[in-house]
Structures are given as C-alpha cells and as structure tokens.
C-alpha cells in the first residue's frame, strides 16, 4: 500500500498493477487493501491524473477500484460511509465540448460508469442500494449523469451505459424517480427526458443496445412507481391528450403499432410496466381509445391489440419467434 504514495511513478504504477492481481475474486484481500485506506489514496490519484482525461494510470485505479468494491458489501458499505460517492461527481462533468473523445477517456468513463452501477446494483441488499442512491440524489451525481444523458456528441456505448447507469440510480428510489421525470432535454421547445428517450426506443434507425437501454431505464423509472405509472397511463386517456406535444403515450402508442417487430416489443413491455402491480392503471388503460382512420369510429387500445394478435400470421416479421408478453 506504500507504493501507491512512492514519488517515482514507475513504482507506483507497478503497485496498482500488483494489488489488481492480489485484489482479484479474493475478499479478504480486498477488505484488507480498504482498511488501509486504498479508496482516499485511488481517488486522490484519479484526481491527480486528471479524471476522466487522465491516462492508463487512472484506467489501473478504476480497475482496482471494481476489485474492491465488485460483490463486496462490507467494502461498498465502507466507500459510502466514507463519503467516497461525493468524490464521483467531478468525473462526470465532462464539458460542453463532447467531440473528439480520445479511445482512453471513453475507456476511463465506461469504468467510472460500471463503479457507479456496483453500488446500486439490484443485485446488492436493497438498504444498501436504497443508501448510495439517496446519496448520488444528494451530492448532484444523478444530476451530472443526466446532464451527459441529454448531452449531443457523446459517444453511441457512453451514451448507452449512461443510460444504464441512470436506470439503476433511480430504480426503486421515489426521490431519485421524481427527479428523473422532471429532467427536460435542452432542445426548443424543451421536452422531457423520457419522451426524447423513447423516441430513441422506438426508432429502427438507433442502434439495438441504446433502445434495449432505454426500455430498461423506463422500467426502472417505474419500478414501485404508482405515481410515475399513472402519468404514463395518463398522456394515454382522452381529457389529458395534448396534441400540440409528443407524449409518452404517443410514442408507445405509435411503436405497439409499428411495422418494425423490435418497436412493438419494447413498447409492449414498456407498456406492461406502467400497468404491473397496478389495478387502478389497468382499469384506466382500458378507456384509452384510437382513432384507427379518418371516418372511421375508434377502437379500444385493446380491441387494436387483439386485432394484431389475431393477424400476427400474416405479417411479416423480423424474428422467427414472437414474444408475448403477459400481464398479472
């Protein structure tokens, strides 16, 4: 550990390669690398180097830093009560000028990325997950991490695992959930993230990893969220419908009833979620209604759906096997 302080870079650089192969699938190890205060002296060397700018120095304390926190509870339980999350912030502020992203800094933020998603991973206990997301709400990391989200020029798999990382920040948070649906992209007029999102997802031209992202930000955004679920369902039913502006809705609407099969499964499911767990939003659904052509009556969303379902053999698809997604 008292190589990492050594002044000659070349010893250092060689403890932080040593300590990752120590460090690697073994706890002990890991808790006693931590103790010995390895998360002040990484993060002040990430600091050093320049963040997210910084060289393979910054990419070997990123990967170490994964070693000790990676399925390690007591070491993640360790970094939060330290008030390590404060210090992620500053890796997240990229700049306004995104273009020209050097091959190392899109290596440096995809692993400041994947961190971030080790400590609010579903898989963790859900008090430690609920802990650390409640923190990256206070100290502004949420807030960074959709600054880059909405942000032009950024590279498609930063976007794209920003758009993860987001998810599962605000997964099953109501305080983290209330925010997200407040974030507008800053376009003219402005529109809320959720809608330049989805249209994304059910765009056949966006790359098949950023729109399956994006289905799963949306069911995070959900996730024990009554209240997100009924404004969903909402931009859906009639006395709400503002036609001067996409909505949610819309945009589901138009991918459950699309020709490209991709865009009819991710707005299935979406549309699965706004309902899961949810009597009130189920009745709801049922009253939304869609004008299928001009002069012609309406017809229930779900008369529409069945419709469909009912001619899926004469419609050409994409994929040999048809998902059917089902409601409880």
Excluded at 106 to 121: A, F, I, K, Y
Excluded at 161 to 182: K, M
Excluded at 187 to 194: L, T, V
Excluded at 280 to 295: N, Y
Aim: aromatic share 6%; hydrophobic share 40%.
């Amino acid at each position: 550990m008292d190589l990492l302080d050594d002044s000659r870079e070349v010893i250092r650089n060689d403890g932080l390669l040593l300590l990752q192969q120590l460090t690697k699938g073994n706890a002990a190890i890991q808790k006693i690398v931590a103790f010995e205060n390895a998360f002040e002296r990484l993060l002040d060397i990430i600091t050093e180097e320049g963040n997210s700018d910084g060289g393979i120095v910054v990419e070997d304390c990123l990967i170490l830093l994964q070693n000790l926190l990676k399925y390690n509870n007591s070491n993640q339980n360790f970094f939060k009560e330290g008030s390590y999350i404060q210090r992620m912030k500053p890796w997240f502020e990229v700049g306004d000028d995104n273009s020209g992203w050097s091959a190392q800094k899109v290596t440096n933020l995809h692993l400041m990325l994947q961190l971030v998603r080790v400590l609010v991973s579903p898989m963790n206990p859900p008090g430690a997950t609920s802990s650390c997301q409640k923190v990256m709400y206070q100290c502004g990391l949420l807030q960074q991490l959709c600054i880059i989200l909405m942000a032009t020029g950024v590279p498609a798999d930063i976007l794209t695992e920003t758009i993860n990382t987001v998810s599962e920040v605000i997964r099953g948070s109501q305080i983290n959930q209330d925010y997200f649906a407040s974030v507008n992209a800053p376009s003219n007029p402005p529109r809320p993230a959720i809608v330049v999102l989805l249209m994304s997802m059910v765009n056949e031209r966006q790359p098949f990893v950023l729109r399956c992202a994006v289905l799963y930000c949306f069911q995070c955004f959900l996730y024990k969220n009554q209240k997100g679920q009924a404004e969903i369902v909402a931009t859906l039913l009639p006395s709400t419908i503002d036609a001067t502006s996409l909505s949610a809705g819309q945009l589901l609407c138009g991918g459950l009833f699309s020709t490209d099969s991709l865009s009819n499964w991710c707005a299935a499911v979406a549309l699965a979620h706004a309902l899961l767990e949810n009597s009130t939003q189920k009745e709801q659904l049922l009253r939304v209604q869609l004008a299928t052509s001009i002069g012609n009556p309406p017809v229930s969303l779900l008369q529409q759906c069945t419709n469909i379902l009912s001619q899926g053999d004469k419609i050409n698809r994409r994929f040999k096997d048809v998902v059917i997604v089902t409601l409880n």
